[in-house]
């Protein structure tokens, strides 16, 4: 799994993986990344990939995939710190992937 993502203030950043099928959704996985920005104010994209171990699932139809994230810092303090990077190479970053086995 690809996250490149751009910082703008520190912030702990949760990731969930989510099966959502019909009105249930169920966490396949769940990890915390804490970010610190990059210096002199740059927005360029910060590197960041990993392994994620999740079950395996039988798909059924109307079965959807979830990517969440969110800031876990203070109430206001989050807003907008992490910003996936849908740049790309124009952030000298990689636009956000999963790859599934």
Not at 8 to 13: H, N, T
Request: glycine share 8%.
């Amino acid at each position: 799994m690809n996250c490149d993502g751009i910082v703008i203030r520190a912030v702990d950043v949760q990731f969930e993986l989510i099966l959502r099928r019909g009105d249930a959704d169920t966490a396949l996985a769940t990890w915390t990344q804490h970010w610190e920005p990059l210096p002199a104010g740059s927005f360029k994209a910060q590197p960041y990939e990993l392994d994620v171990e999740a079950p395996a699932i039988e798909l059924q139809p109307g079965d959807q995939l979830v990517f969440r994230y969110q800031g876990l810092n203070p109430a206001g303090t989050t807003s907008m710190a992490f910003i996936p990077n849908g740049d790309g190479a124009l952030a000298e970053g990689r636009i956000p992937s999963i790859t599934l086995p």
